[in-house]
């Protein structure tokens, strides 16, 4: 994401359960919504990688993943990833606005607006 990048990072990769939790701790306490996360399955429908470091991760796999139960996650034109206030992950159309996270050296920084993601 280009926000991202200007500020020498990128959209943050949520890589472990208490990470996951903790974030959404922090979204449910600014109480502001939907953010993007540097998930996508933009190279291929069926694996959902992290933008960044390349890793694959295995929507079936409840220690690494946290899609919200009952989504369908292929066979339709949404290719991001977004998490919310329960750490619940959604596959959405890039072009849709949300907030989004940032990461740089193992920190993160919200978004002062909306966007859509820019691959």
């Known amino acids: 994401m280009n926000w991202c990048r200007l500020m020498d990072g990128q959209l943050v990769e ?3 359960q208490a990470f996951n ?3 959404a701790r922090m979204i449910a ?5 939907k953010y993007w996360i540097g998930l996508t399955n933009m190279e291929n429908e ?3 990688r992290w ?6 991760v295995n929507p079936m796999d409840p220690r690494m993943s946290f899609f919200k139960p009952g ?8 290719h991001c ?4 206030e329960k750490g619940e992950w959604t596959v959405e159309s890039c072009k849709a606005q949300f907030w989004f996270i ?4 193992n920190r993160i920084k919200g978004s002062s607006k909306k966007v859509r993601t820019r691959l």
């Open 14 to 16: 949520l890589k472990s």
């Open 21 to 23: 939790t903790l974030l």
């Open 29 to 33: 306490v600014k109480n502001t919504g």
């Open 46 to 48: 069926r694996v959902f």
């Open 51 to 56: 933008m960044t470091t390349k890793e694959t």
């Open 71 to 78: 989504q369908q996650l292929s066979g339709q034109p949404k």
């Open 81 to 84: 990833v977004h998490t919310d």
């Open 102 to 105: 940032c990461q740089k050296n």
